[in-house]
């Protein structure tokens, strides 16, 4: 079946313009996380979804970013007012969500962001 | 607070040798799941074995291996007969298995596998 989509997978902008990213989870997982992953770095969790609400946000960096997800499934982080420190690969990730414990998260292949 | 430590940036291995990736971890929580993801040059995060906290017996998946030793905190990822294609960096997670369960990854150790 088809996996976690992320689009674009490039997308190189100028400092200070707005960008939106895209995530399409796999069909029928209900949890959807945002992480981001610097140079050299491991991965930074961002915002979690259960359906199209959103219990945990505390990784947001700034109020520049936000997120969203609609009927359940396709999720937009967007970046207003780009910086420079927000170049980095944004991974998606989508699982199914188990009262006693979870399932393992499967990751799409990320949106390379280089802000200039 | 979670934390996962992993002190090998970097590991060389031979083709064919088994090798061991080291991670540590700190929660205070009472049930949790560990995980170890690949991430080859390509970018995309690949899981590849999964240990809960109260599982009695270690994780095994083909060729991988998780070497759990709750009292020490430790979830070692073990990698049998090496292939060219495990050159990859591999991270250490970890998330508690209630409520919110976003995942708190290491920094990662590169594996290269030389023929």
């Known amino acids: 079946g088809a996996g976690v989509s992320q689009s674009p997978s490039n997308k190189v902008t100028e400092k200070g313009k707005d960008v939106e990213l895209r995530c399409d989870p796999i069909s029928g997982h209900t949890a959807l996380y945002w992480y981001r992953q610097s140079l050299g770095q491991g991965l930074e969790f961002l915002i979690y979804f259960q359906g199209n609400s959103a219990p945990d946000k505390s990784g947001l960096p700034s109020d520049r970013f936000s997120a969203e997800r609609t009927g359940g499934s396709v999720s937009t982080l967007t970046i207003q007012r780009t910086q420079q420190e927000d170049s980095a690969v944004y991974l998606c990730?989508?699982?199914?969500?188990?009262?006693?414990?979870?399932?393992?998260?499967?990751f799409g292949p990320g949106t390379r962001l280089t802000v200039t | 607070a979670q934390k996962i430590t992993q002190t090998q940036p970097g590991m060389f291995v031979q083709e064919k040798e088994a090798v061991t990736l080291d991670c540590t971890y700190d929660?205070?929580?009472?049930?949790?799941?560990l995980f170890w993801y690949k991430q080859p040059s390509s970018g995309e995060m690949i899981f590849l074995i999964y240990?809960?906290?109260?599982?009695?017996q270690n994780a095994t998946e083909g060729r991988y291996s998780l070497n759990f030793q709750k009292a020490r905190k430790s979830a070692n990822l073990v990698i049998s007969a090496s292939q060219l294609g495990d050159s990859a960096m591999y991270f250490c997670?970890?998330?508690?298995?209630?409520?919110?369960?976003?995942?708190?990854f290491g920094t990662g150790t590169r594996l290269l596998v030389s023929p």
């Open positions: 990730a989508s699982s199914l969500v188990h009262r006693q414990g979870g399932y393992e998260q499967y």
């Open positions: 997670a970890m998330r508690p298995n209630t409520g919110f369960q976003k995942l708190v």
């Open positions: 240990q809960g906290s109260y599982d009695e």
């Open positions: 929660t205070s929580d009472q049930s949790y799941g």
